[in-house]
Nanobody, 116 residues
Framework: QVQLVESGGGLVQPGGSLRLSCAAS????????MRWYRQAPRKERELVAA????????NYADSVKGRFSISRDNAKNMVYLQMTSLKPDDTAVYYC?????????WGQGTQVTVSS
């Protein structure tokens, strides 16, 4: 059974940091490109960051470049999103996704709220 389980979300003040984690199981993790998306209320889901299989290049949305960092641990089947200098505009549900060119999977999301 395929699972992507996000964790690490919560309430943080502007300027703060959070690290999101995504635990993957049920598929060959190292062969999938992993991505973090987010969706704010009344907005489209947007790509935040991606890391290619098996752990090579990364890319980021312009809005998070220099503040967010994506990484993966293929031995643990984990992908992370380190978020720093958080802004209220970063408030959203953050989703982990896996895609290998043929199949894709989504997690259930974790809420991140940036507010004072």
């Amino acid at each position: 059974q395929v699972q992507l389980v996000e964790s690490g979300g919560g309430l943080v003040q502007p300027g703060g940091s959070l690290r999101l984690s995504c635990a993957a199981s049920g598929f060959t993790f190292s062969t999938y490109t992993m991505r973090w998306y987010r969706q704010a209320p009344r907005k489209e889901r947007e790509l935040v960051a991606a890391i290619t299989r098996p752990g090579g290049s990364t890319n980021y949305a312009d809005s998070v470049k220099g503040r967010f960092s994506i990484s993966r641990d293929n031995a643990k089947n984990m992908v992370y999103l380190q978020m720093t200098s958080l802004k209220p505009d970063d408030t959203a549900v953050y989703y982990c996704s896996a895609y290998n060119g043929f199949r894709g999977y989504w997690g259930q999301g974790t809420q991140v709220t940036v507010s004072s």
